[in-house]
């Protein structure tokens, strides 16, 4: 009887065994997962500085803009005296 409990035992456990090696990663299933976390995160990273940049580019623009119409409107006076 008691064989048969060690039998049952060890049929269960090569059953749970078997589930285990199913859903495990190797080591290289791990190297490929961190390496595509890599190249996510530093994308992540340059589209950061991107928009970083972007806001310091949009900051200064009404200035731009100002400075472009007194040109313009300095312009329209000369040609005006011309």
């Known amino acids: 009887m008691d064989e048969d409990k060690v039998i049952l035992k060890l049929l269960e456990h090569d059953d749970r065994l078997e589930r285990i090696e199913q859903r495990m990663a ?3 299933d791990i190297r ?3 390496k595509t976390l890599e190249v996510v995160v530093t994308e992540i ?3 950061r500085e991107d928009h970083v940049f972007a806001i310091e580019w949009l900051k200064r623009l009404p200035s731009q803009v100002e400075r472009q ?3 313009i409107r300095q312009i329209k006076l000369k040609l005006a005296m011309a």
Do not use: G
């Open 45 to 47: 990273k340059r589209i």
């Open 32 to 34: 490929e997962v961190m």
């Open 26 to 28: 190797t080591k290289d």
């Open 69 to 71: 119409e007194d040109d």
